[in-house]
Structure formats: structure tokens, C-alpha cells
């Protein structure tokens, strides 16, 4: 490890199934079964339980394949406003610990604890805690990642779920990284993987003989990334305020929409869903785009941009509208969305002090 980068201590916390764990814990006579949240006959999997996933049914499979996989599995509607409501609780928790936490979903986060509020040396420790405290208050299980890094932290929490937790030691980081899978790195998707194959990178240490001009020219930027987090160099801070881009709403269908009538009333609904979301937390924005999926899976996308902030539904309905007149094609519509963007957050710069402190403990 090159001792110039910063050394912290990062904890990556991952929720184990959160969906289909929320339903299962909500529901009893679901524990124990093969589940699927999302739509049993159009759509996809939002979620799957581990009994499900023993049939190879995972997120974002289409939910006839998911059936074909596991025929006994059971699809139940996902309850978006529960899990916000329990991740929420959640990171009310994460908060205890210290006020470095980037969520990065609803069922994931990482906390930098280097620094903590009740001073407790031992990041083992406090995410030992941290899961503790989450079974006892939501009756769930979440698994936890610790090292020096975001990355080490988020490879490290996939070791040992469900709950389960496991620490990359500073001293430990160059062996592990060398024996570690190219598949099992954070960032490199199956596409990516499977292109390291071909060239005969398995694992860390097959990565690590390759020079940044060389994984460059192979893998583009990302080549540089490779080349650093092989050798346990990510510099990435926790960021706790995430500056919001967009919001977005959107409906699928369970039948298809032909008629424009039935279009204009799911855009007018739409308008004042996102109006609603917009208002809770004081957001406006300037640009308004609408999504149309059609029934073969093709995708449209427009937008148009004002010079003031919009700030109304009916102002979203009525630019809504005037895309919906732009689109290409008369076919029938299985999604419609709208999201805002060039918000007033982006005005709001927001600092946050990182510490960077050697670690006098990092216990395994």
C-alpha cells in the first residue's frame, strides 16, 4: 500500500434482500419461500429472496423468466413508501455513528467512522453495532464491508452475506486483492469480466501485470481505475450531501396504452405526483423530460429547458403534453415518466470537512 493516499476507516453497510426481506418479515407466511417483488406478468424482478435466488431468479430479470426459473416463486407488488419508511429508521441509526454517510440506495450506504460520535476505535466494532441495532429495530439483516476505502469496504460486504461482515486489514489488502476474482471487483460488469478473460485476467494479480498505458487502450478510462484499485487505491470520500440532479416519476402499465385520452390523464397524474414529491423538499427545476416506453421495449426520450424555474403541475402537464406530440411513433405504451432536472439544489453548494487520520487500531 502506497502510505501518501489517505487511510480511513470506511464501513460499507448492504441491507440482505431488502425488499423481498421487508415483505417476508412484514408478511409471516411468506418467510422461508421463494419470492419475487414486482409484477408476476409483465415487468421485472425489483427484488428476490435468497430462497429464490437458489434458483437463479435475480433483479432485473423479466418476471416470466424469473417464472420459468422458479415456478413455485411467489410475486407479491412492491410497497415503495414501507422501505423508504424503514430505510429511513435506518440510517437514523447510521447517524448515531457519525455524520460522514453516503447513501447510495435505499438499502445501502457507506459511513466513514474514522472519526465516530462515541468514539470507539474499533470499525469492526461499530459495524458489529450497527447491525445489531438494525435486527433489533426492523427485524432485519444487513451485512457490512470494512476497510481503508470505499471500495475495499464495498467488495468486503458481499463476502460474507447475508449477515454477515467482513474486514479487509490494511496489511491484508495487497494478498487479498491478488487473489481476488476480476468478477468479484466492483465495477467491472459481466461484459467487462468477461472481455478480462479473453486475455487471460482472472484474478487481481493477473490484472496487476498490466501497465495503465495498457489497460488504458483496453478498457478506455476506466483502465486507470482498474490499474489503482488492483493495487488498494481508491480516494474517493464519503460524500454526505449528495447533490440531487433530477426527479422522477414513473408508471408501468399493466395494459397497454392506445388512446391519447387515457395518456393525457396519466400524464396529468404523473404531473402532480412529481409536483408533490417536488414541494416536500422545496425543489424546482427548469428542464422537464417525458419517457415513453412502447409495448415492444423501444425507448423515447424528450425534454424541453425554460429560463425560470417551472412550478406547478399544471405547468408539467402542459409541457408534458407538447412532448407527447413529438414523439415518433403511434404504438402503444406500456411506461410513461417524467423527471425534472437543472434544479435549484444544484445553486446550493454544501461543504464537508473529511477527516484523514492514520489509524492507531484496525482490528479484524
Same mark, same amino acid.
Given at each position: 500500500?502506497?502510505?501518501?493516499?489517505?487511510?480511513?476507516?470506511?464501513?460499507?453497510?448492504?441491507?440482505?434482500?431488502?425488499?423481498?426481506?421487508?415483505?417476508?418479515?412484514?408478511?409471516?407466511?411468506?418467510?422461508?419461500?421463494?419470492?419475487?417483488?414486482?409484477?408476476?406478468?409483465?415487468?421485472?424482478?425489483?427484488?428476490?429472496?435468497?430462497?429464490?435466488?437458489?434458483?437463479?431468479?435475480?433483479?432485473?430479470?423479466?418476471?416470466?423468466?424469473?417464472?420459468?426459473?422458479?415456478?413455485?416463486?411467489?410475486?407479491?407488488?412492491?410497497?415503495?413508501?414501507?422501505?423508504?419508511?424503514?430505510?429511513?429508521?435506518?440510517?437514523?441509526?447510521?447517524?448515531?455513528?457519525?455524520?460522514?454517510?453516503?447513501?447510495?440506495?435505499?438499502?445501502?450506504?457507506?459511513?466513514?467512522?474514522?472519526?465516530?460520535?462515541?468514539?470507539?476505535?474499533?470499525?469492526?466494532?461499530?459495524?458489529?453495532?450497527?447491525?445489531?441495532?438494525?435486527?433489533?429495530?426492523?427485524?432485519?439483516?444487513?451485512?457490512?464491508?470494512?476497510?481503508?476505502?470505499?471500495?475495499?469496504?464495498?467488495?468486503?460486504?458481499?463476502?460474507?452475506?447475508?449477515?454477515?461482515?467482513?474486514?479487509?486489514?490494511? #496489511? =491484508?489488502? !495487497? +494478498?487479498?486483492? @491478488? /487473489? %481476488?476474482?476480476?468478477?468479484?471487483?466492483?465495477?467491472?460488469?459481466?461484459?467487462?469480466?468477461?472481455?478480462?478473460?479473453?486475455?487471460?485476467?482472472?484474478?487481481?494479480?493477473?490484472?496487476?501485470?498490466?501497465?495503465?498505458?495498457?489497460?488504458?487502450?483496453?478498457?478506455?478510462?476506466?483502465?486507470?481505475?482498474?490499474?489503482?484499485?488492483?493495487?488498494?487505491?481508491?480516494?474517493?470520500?464519503?460524500?454526505?450531501?449528495?447533490?440531487?440532479?433530477?426527479?422522477?416519476?414513473?408508471?408501468?402499465?399493466?395494459?397497454?396504452?392506445?388512446?391519447?385520452?387515457?395518456?393525457? #390523464? =396519466?400524464? !396529468? +397524474?404523473?404531473? @402532480? /405526483? %412529481?409536483?408533490?414529491?417536488?414541494?416536500?423538499?422545496?425543489?424546482?427545476?427548469?428542464?422537464?423530460?417525458?419517457?415513453?416506453?412502447?409495448?415492444?421495449?423501444?425507448?423515447?426520450?424528450?425534454?424541453?429547458?425554460?429560463?425560470?424555474?417551472?412550478?406547478?403541475?399544471?405547468?408539467?402537464?402542459?409541457?408534458?403534453?407538447?412532448?407527447?406530440?413529438?414523439?415518433?411513433?403511434?404504438?402503444?405504451?406500456?411506461?410513461?415518466?417524467?423527471?425534472?432536472?437543472?434544479?435549484?439544489?444544484?445553486?446550493?453548494?454544501?461543504?464537508?470537512?473529511?477527516?484523514?487520520?492514520?489509524? =492507531?487500531?484496525?482490528?479484524?
Amino acid at each position: 500500500m502506497d502510505s501518501s493516499f489517505p487511510i480511513r476507516k470506511i464501513i460499507h453497510v448492504d441491507m440482505d434482500a431488502f425488499y423481498a426481506s421487508v415483505e417476508q418479515h412484514d408478511n409471516p407466511a411468506l418467510r422461508g419461500k421463494a419470492l419475487a417483488v414486482g409484477g408476476e406478468h409483465r415487468g421485472v424482478v425489483a427484488a428476490a429472496s435468497y430462497e429464490a435466488r437458489k434458483f437463479g431468479v435475480r433483479s432485473a430479470m423479466p418476471s416470466k423468466t424469473a417464472k420459468e426459473k422458479c415456478p413455485h416463486l411467489i410475486f407479491v407488488p412492491p410497497r415503495f413508501p414501507r422501505y423508504k419508511e424503514i430505510s429511513r429508521k435506518i440510517r437514523e441509526i447510521f447517524y448515531e455513528y457519525t455524520d460522514l454517510v453516503e447513501p447510495l440506495s435505499l438499502d445501502e450506504a457507506y459511513l466513514d467512522v474514522t472519526e465516530n460520535k462515541k468514539g470507539i476505535e474499533s470499525a469492526n466494532q461499530i459495524a458489529k453495532e450497527i447491525r445489531q441495532k438494525i435486527f433489533n429495530e426492523t427485524g432485519l439483516t444487513a451485512s457490512a464491508g470494512i476497510s481503508i476505502n470505499k471500495f475495499l469496504a464495498k467488495v468486503a460486504s458481499d463476502i460474507n452475506k447475508p449477515n454477515g461482515q467482513k474486514t479487509i486489514h490494511p #496489511e =491484508k489488502i !495487497e +494478498s487479498f486483492l @491478488e /487473489e %481476488l476474482p476480476v468478477e468479484k471487483f466492483y465495477g467491472v460488469g459481466k461484459v467487462t469480466a468477461n472481455k478480462m478473460f479473453s486475455l487471460g485476467i482472472y484474478k487481481g494479480k493477473d490484472l496487476k501485470k498490466r501497465s495503465i498505458e495498457d489497460l488504458t487502450r483496453l478498457f478506455g478510462k476506466s483502465g486507470a481505475y482498474y490499474y489503482n484499485v488492483v493495487r488498494g487505491i481508491h480516494t474517493s470520500e464519503v460524500k454526505p450531501h449528495r447533490i440531487q440532479k433530477s426527479v422522477a416519476v414513473e408508471r408501468t402499465f399493466f395494459e397497454d396504452l392506445f388512446d391519447e385520452k387515457q395518456v393525457n #390523464e =396519466k400524464l !396529468e +397524474s404523473l404531473s @402532480e /405526483e %412529481l409536483h408533490n414529491r417536488l414541494q416536500k423538499n422545496n425543489i424546482l427545476g427548469r428542464s422537464l423530460t417525458l419517457k415513453i416506453k412502447y409495448k415492444d421495449f423501444s425507448l423515447f426520450t424528450r425534454s424541453i429547458t425554460k429560463e425560470e424555474y417551472l412550478s406547478s403541475p399544471e405547468q408539467y402537464f402542459s409541457i408534458a403534453k407538447k412532448l407527447w406530440e413529438l414523439r415518433p411513433f403511434d404504438k402503444a405504451v406500456r411506461l410513461l415518466g417524467l423527471s425534472l432536472s437543472h434544479l435549484n439544489t444544484e445553486e446550493k453548494k454544501q461543504v464537508s470537512v473529511q477527516l484523514k487520520i492514520r489509524f =492507531k487500531e484496525f482490528e479484524d
